[in-house]
Nanobody
Framework: VQLQASGGGSVQAGGSLRLSCAAS????????MGWFRQAPGEERDFVAS????????LYKDSVKGRFTISRDNSKNMVYLQMNNLKPEDTAVYYC?????????????????WGQGTLVTVSS
């Protein structure tokens, strides 16, 4: 599975961005998917996850109520809608495909990663 993330950019605090992740093959529909982020000098952290059929989602506490993960299996796409962005959301965002069909916040369970897209939020 190859993953291509896009949609990053620079916004002011309170603004919105929608990240997209395109997967390269149809078997993506059997995998749980996730978004992670990595700020400068920090480790890559979990942001959100969605199960194979979009029946379950999981979020990092600090993004609950602001971010929404979704997927369209017919298009091999995963999305992350980010609203009310804050400067602390600034990071490179990565989409990833999990080994399992369920949601997961564990980075070790993801075995395919996209190249990352930069999100910069200014105050």
């Amino acid at each position: 599975v190859q993953l291509q993330a896009s949609g990053g950019g620079s916004v002011q605090a309170g603004g919105s961005l929608r990240l997209s992740c395109a997967a390269s093959r149809r078997t993506f529909s059997n995998n749980g998917m996730g978004w992670f982020r990595q700020a400068p000098g920090e480790e890559r952290d979990f942001v959100a996850s969605i199960s194979w059929n979009a029946g379950s989602t999981l979020y990092k506490d600090s993004v609950k109520g602001r971010f929404t993960i979704s997927r369209d299996n017919s298009k091999n796409m995963v999305y992350l809608q980010m609203n009310n962005l804050k400067p602390e959301d600034t990071a490179v965002y990565y989409c990833a495909a999990a080994r399992t069909a369920a949601v997961s916040g564990q980075k070790a369970l993801y075995n395919y990663w996209g190249q990352g897209t930069l999100v910069t939020v200014s105050s």
